[in-house]
């Protein structure tokens, strides 16, 4: 990097106030279109939440961003990342609600994971017609974290390899990797071909024997909203395959069964009501009262165990769940980050009893649920 391009980069970091010490100069009038957007989202006044747009002095004249405009100005002149980094900071550090509730940005904004979240939270805001436009925003995020996931939740629980060597020989059980190890020795230099003289099988087994119950209960305060995604998307992946029967269950204060819909994520999504408050005893409770086999159940409750009810309950639920044998996973995170961040005091209670708690990525818990089937 130059130290003309430096010196441009912590001009547009420092913004306006460094405009005396670093010169005019310094800026063309593309980078003062981007200082502009910059300032537009990091120059609001927080104390004023129903401010909508903010004028800033550029040279002698004055412009004027809205959310439109300004989502048309990023994508112009910032580079993709820059771009999802500058709209996650709108959504979900700045709270400029009109990013996912204006018709106009969500013609143009790119579907994202940071925009799905936003249109669950603030989705009561917007109208009839945005509305459809936002479910067609949640529809391609979605089908994308569907599509992601469901090849390894298939492979992983219905058609498990295992790795004994096998004679019986047929395209299907055919191991490739282990032929290739095996035959290295026929590789020609020449001819850049490989020689394969013993060919090698393993043998595929199914697992089979009773059903197992998944039951997902899913905190739906507006700080899981990346777990409650991913938890529906996980919940329709489990849906249906062989012994597995999985439920979802979302709470605040009031616990709310959305199973019947896990085999349609994007619907599920948008009947979530994110916000309010944490009854997590409660939702255990209920849990219980579908347990058919404890032995063969797991339970993850997906939640920052910030309890609004009583924790002591909680406890003695847990403890009574894990005795009767159920595996009980408390779940901080559930996403591609797994990155917790939870009442920590309640977690270790929790562990005492006889419960995992920690975080997990999606896949994760897939291979949690394999585990148990095997």
């Known amino acids: 990097m130059s130290d003309e391009e430096a010196l441009l ?16 100069d310094v800026l063309s ?17 927080d104390e004023d939440d129903d401010v909508r747009d903010l004028i800033r002095n550029g040279g002698s004249e004055r412009s004027r961003l809205t959310a439109p405009r300004w989502i048309n100005e990023v994508h112009r002149l910032f580079p993709k990342e820059t771009v999802e980094r500058l709209e996650q900071v709108a959504v979900e550090e700045r709270g400029i ?28 805001l917007m109208s009839p017609e945005v509305r459809q ?27 498990a390899r295992s790795r004994r060597p096998s004679h019986r020989k047929s395209a299907s059980t055919f191991d490739a990797r282990r032929t290739v190890a095996k035959n290295l020795a026929g590789w020609s230099d020449e001819e850049k071909r490989l020689y394969i003289r013993t060919p090698h099988f393993f043998e595929r087994r199914r697992r089979r024997g009773m059903q197992w119950q998944v039951i ?36 605040d204060t009031d616990v709310v069964d959305l199973s019947s819909s896990v085999t349609d994520p994007v619907e599920l999504l948008l009947k ?12 255990v409770r209920y849990a219980e009262g579908l347990i058919e086999n404890p032995r063969r159940t797991i339970l993850a409750v997906i939640s920052d165990f910030f309890e609004g009810g009583n924790p002591d309950e909680l406890v003695r639920s847990v403890e009574r769940l894990c ?3 159920v595996k009980v996973l408390g779940l901080a995170a559930l996403n591609r980050e797994a990155v917790p961040v939870y009442d920590r005091a309640l977690g270790k209670r929790l562990a005492s009893k006889g419960a995992y708690v920690g975080a997990m990525t999606p896949l994760e818990l897939v291979d949690f649920v394999v585990d148990a089937l095997e």
């Open 216 to 251: 997902m209960l899913v905190d739906q305060s507006g700080s899981m909203a990346s777990s409650v995604i991913h938890s529906a998307v996980t919940a329709s992946c489990l849906h249906g395959l062989p012994s597995v029967k999985s439920h979802l269950i979302v709470f």
């Open 323 to 325: 005795a009767q044998g």
């Open 9 to 24: 980069r912590w001009r547009l970091i420092l913004g306006s106030d460094a405009n005396e010490g670093f010169g005019k």
């Open 272 to 283: 979530v009501q994110l916000g309010g408050g944490t009854n997590i005893a409660r939702a």
């Open 133 to 159: 436009l936002a479910r067609s925003l949640v529809q391609r995020v979605v089908a994308e974290l569907v599509a992601q996931l469901a090849t390894e939740v298939r492979h992983a629980i219905s058609g």
């Open 97 to 124: 609600h009109e990013i996912v509730t204006s018709k106009e940005v969500l013609e143009r904004i790119e579907p994202s994971e940071t925009l799905l979240r936003a249109v669950l939270l603030t989705k009561h």
């Open 29 to 45: 009038a593309e980078d003062l279109a981007r200082d502009a957007a910059l300032s537009w989202l990091y120059d609001r006044p």
